[in-house]
């Protein structure tokens, strides 16, 4: 379960995937040493906005490349009255059919209306997905911790673990707190005693790493992350390692989902 073992990549996707007008998109992701890139296409540039502040939701990013994206039509103008009839008598050979630029009006009403409703969708989500990430943020207690913030349309959604109860509750507190937020869904977020601890270090993927110490082995690091030793196959599974009796001091191994 996340916070150890579900990648960066797939929680920024899940974050997507919470978000009505992002979902449909299917966006590729990428994460490098806290840089998200993303790339596929959108409809107009009007997106990359919402898809900025939507992955930095994610705990371990920290900047969203978007040049990689594609664009379906560029950002709609101002839309323009149709012009009006020509007065009887003037040629009108080689002008635009009035029914064709009649569509290309409607067009661009179109697109400036799908704009302004991405418009409507960034600033909410600035308001209280931003919000409460900054909360968090700004919380002695809760800023180390490795919590997600996705936004479904006025309810926020919290993914991750914090260390204890009380950091729970005081989690769930703050979100509520944020103008605008309607409910919060907590079911994601667990209490694991240490987390802050066992998810400092990460890779380059933003997946959690453990570095062995003197007297681990695979059963005690799987019973410290999943709480069942018997999950040591899965972790010498994930990181190739053909005898899990064999693991050095200063291994980094990576924790799997």
Known sequence: MWPFGKSTVDRVKDAFKAQA??????????????????TGQAPTEQYVGLIKVVATGISGVKAVDTSGLMFAAPSAPAAQAAPAAPDAGVDTSGTIDASTDAQATQGQYDQAAGDDIVAKAL????????????AFQSNGELKDDPIDVLQSGSSIILRGAVDSEHELHLAAQLARSIEGVEA??????????????????????????YTVQNGDNLSSIALKYFGDAGKYRDIAHYNN?????????????????
């Open 241 to 257: 390692i053909s005898n899990p009796d064999l693991i050095q001091v200063g291994q980094k191994i990576r924790i799997p989902g």
């Open 21 to 38: 007008l992002l979902a449909p998109l299917n966006l590729d992701v990428r994460v490098d040493n806290g840089t998200a890139f993303i």
């Open 123 to 134: 600033a909410q989500h600035n308001r209280i997905a931003k919000g409460v990430f900054n």
């Open 184 to 209: 919060v869904d907590a079911s994601g977020l667990k209490v694991v005693g240490g987390t802050k601890e066992l998810t400092k270090e990460k890779d380059a993927g933003g997946e959690t790493v």
